[in-house]
């Protein structure tokens, strides 16, 4: 079964050690710049997050800058992703059942274990082609499409940016918007929001009928538009700053279809904190997110620093800080090849929606929206990590990067209680990273 939205997540932090790979100059293309030539970059990576999620990722990257600066950009993914995934529900001191996204079956989970869905994988091909040229001395244009497909998950898209040169080149003003259409058909249908999972003999003749009732439709969509505008400046023959600013509509479909939400027992002191109904979550139909970046890039003797700055909030009452650095480091000769050192250090820190619940308790009215989803909820998670590289071949670079992740969820006021105290509420979550690239 696959699980789109627990895929966006993971695909953000896959984004840690692909982001720089694809789109970037490699150490030979940082010499010379040939025209009407193709240039490839190629990327396998994993991410294993422990007792959880798997996932192997492989890219292609076709570049080709023609005589009269015209570029055309290619690039195809294929990714798979296998594993658990929570559910949402909270551990219990005792064993607890769930049915199965599908309706088809269902699964048990130990008793003071968090609950994990393992039917969670799932296999993704995209392609995106971009094309970009001058239309006038100093105003440049791009226009793009995107197409991701996957089995119960589609996604096409479109982008366009101009951006101005001025002062000699030194500046650049860019403004560039984007618009998503996306259409989730998940095996077992779209859950019907706070109706409570069915949970029982599911060869019953009547289970189909009653599974039905917990469900909205077969399928949903939502569409994302994003305008961003950005400034880049060269500051000397050293330094380099960018700035940019974004704005994010989203609306339709916004539920994860594979969450739920425990809601438990708090008047009998004898249950109490123990589960009594698990219920499918609810989100608004519509976000509305900003923020800013700030970049900057310096050139020492021979090192170079690569540092940024993000900001983000939304009408979600989320708001989240992240700071990236990278710094090279040349290593002269390897095998007779030149060669680098690049540390990496990534930190974020986010606070919770305002619907974020880790759990309801059973004599509250329930709300209109809430989610007991970690990736919604207060955190915070850092990656360390290295890249060496090295050309090979008349100037073509290899390069291997291996990193660590690590994410920690925090409660955000709620206070355990009862059958709560025994259990663990906000895990830790730890993954490595590790990838191999080549650029030709």
Known sequence: MSNKVEK????????LATTTLLGCHNLAQAETAETDTWEFDTAFL?????????????????????????????????????GASANGAVAQPTVQTFTRPSGNGQYQIKAGEIPLDDTFHDT??????????PIASNLTASGGVHISKEYDYLSL?????????????????????????????????????????????????TWDDEFIKTRIGTEDDKTTTDILLGFTQVINRRMLMQFNYSYSIVDGYLNDPFKVVSIVESSNENNSGVTQDVIYESRPDSRVKQSIYAQSMYHFDSTVLDISYRYMWDDWKINSHTIDSRFRIPMGDSLGKESYLQPHFRFYQQSAADFYRPFLIDDNTLPTFVSA??????????????????????????????EYYRQTSTDAGFNKFGALND??????????????????
Do not use: H
């Open 8 to 15: 966006i997540n993971i695909k953000a932090a896959l984004t």
């Open 46 to 82: 994993v991410y294993s997050e422990v007792d959880r999620v798997n996932a192997g990722e492989a890219i292609l990257n076709a570049k080709k800058t023609f005589d009269d600066d015209k570029i055309l950009n290619l690039k195809l993914t294929v990714d798979a992703l296998t």
């Open 124 to 133: 993704r091909v995209q392609f995106n082609g971009q094309w970009t040229q």
């Open 157 to 205: 898209g479109v982008n366009g940016n101009f951006s101005v040169d001025f002062d000699r080149k030194n500046s650049t003003i860019s403004a560039g918007f984007s618009y998503f259409q996306d259409t989730f058909t998940p095996e077992g249908g779209i859950p019907k929001p706070l109706a409570s999972m069915l949970i029982g003999d599911s060869s019953a003749p």
């Open 373 to 402: 989803d970690y990736r919604i909820g207060e955190m915070t998670a850092f990656t360390v990590g290295l890249k060496y590289g090295m050309l090979i071949n008349n100037g073509n670079e290899l390069a291997f990067r291996l």
């Open 423 to 440: 259990v663990e509420l906000y895990p830790t979550i730890d993954a490595i990273i590790a990838q191999v690239t080549y650029s030709f």
